[in-house]
């Protein structure tokens, strides 16, 4: 498990979350846009895969099929998310 801060394109705001490395991007997107929408209190409008996980650092969108251990993506770093 990492801790990264999640920036929302969406509503321009930031979320820590906790996330487990190892998972696949797609699969931690959609968690991810699911938990802002609950406390944002809106809906997930459209298809959820067509979210998607944005490395600033690394200036790449990372793959949903790869894993945030994948990208050498560590506890600390900003990902964003749109």
């Given at each position: 498990?990492?801790?990264?801060?999640?920036?929302s394109v969406m509503f321009?705001?930031?979320?820590?979350?906790?996330?487990?490395?190892?998972?696949?991007?797609?699969?931690?997107?959609?968690?991810?846009?699911?938990?802002?929408?609950?406390?944002?209190?809106?809906?997930?409008?459209?298809?959820?895969?067509?979210?998607?996980?944005?490395?600033?650092?690394?200036?790449?969108?990372?793959?949903?099929?790869?894993?945030?251990?994948?990208?050498?993506?560590?506890?600390?770093?900003?990902?964003?998310?749109?």
């Open positions: 498990m990492i801790t990264v801060m999640i920036h321009d705001a930031d979320y820590e979350f906790c996330l487990d490395s190892n998972t696949a991007v797609g699969e931690l997107a959609d968690e991810i846009g699911e938990v802002i929408c609950q406390k944002e209190q809106c809906r997930l409008s459209g298809d959820p895969e067509q979210f998607m996980l944005y490395s600033l650092e690394r200036k790449c969108v990372i793959d949903p099929g790869a894993t945030l251990r994948d990208y050498g993506v560590k506890t600390g770093d900003t990902l964003y998310f749109g």
